[in-house]
């Protein structure tokens, strides 16, 4: 009869010992799944935080974006007037017989023309920031 008790009383040992692993197991699941939640909450306000300063970034560029198109527009402007005026003076040189470089500022306005050419291309290449938004 003892070794029965004692077997009983080993056996409700041991199943109080599967209970408590069972319950320690659920324990460390819910503390990993509390762990991984905390850690994805993070991340979401990290990701949140950074599009919300792009946006206001994005926002800030369309009024230096603006100006640097109406200087564009500016630039391609004074270009064709240049232009004009350096063919005209190109005429008027040959009909005097004179050679076009000996005029003053004519090389250095087409020195001028060929830079703003570059600029305007540069410009070109940008992209209006207000369609990412």
Same mark, same amino acid.
């Given at each position: 009869?003892?070794?029965?008790?004692?077997?009983?009383?080993?056996?409700?040992?041991?199943?109080?010992?599967? @209970?408590?692993?069972?319950?320690?197991?659920?324990?460390?699941?819910?503390?990993?799944?509390?762990? $991984?939640?905390?850690? $994805?909450?993070?991340?979401? @306000?990290?990701?949140? +935080?950074?599009? #919300? /300063?792009?946006?206001?970034?994005? /926002? @800030?560029? /369309?009024t230096?974006?603006?100006?640097? $198109?109406? =200087?564009? #527009? *500016? =630039?391609?402007?004074?270009? /064709?007037?240049?232009? =004009?005026?350096?063919? +005209?003076?190109?005429?008027?040189?040959?009909?005097?017989?004179?050679?076009?470089?000996?005029?003053?500022?004519?090389?250095?306005?087409?020195?001028? $023309?060929?830079?703003?050419?570059?600029?305007?291309?540069?410009?070109?290449?940008?992209?209006?920031? *207000?369609?990412?938004q």
């Open positions: 009869m003892n070794n029965i008790l004692k077997m009983i009383s080993k056996m409700e040992s041991n199943a109080n010992e599967v @209970k408590l692993g069972k319950h320690e197991v659920e324990l460390g699941l819910a503390e990993d799944l509390d762990k $991984i939640n905390n850690n $994805i909450l993070g991340q979401l @306000k990290t990701a949140d +935080n950074a599009w #919300r /300063s792009y946006q206001d970034y994005l /926002s @800030k560029a /369309s230096p974006f603006k100006k640097m $198109i109406e =200087l564009r #527009r *500016s =630039l391609l402007d004074s270009i /064709s007037k240049i232009e =004009l005026l350096l063919k +005209n003076a190109e005429v008027k040189a040959k009909d005097l017989g004179l050679d076009v470089k000996s005029i003053p500022m004519y090389a250095p306005l087409k020195k001028n $023309i060929q830079t703003a050419n570059e600029i305007v291309k540069t410009i070109d290449t940008f992209e209006d920031p *207000s369609t990412f």
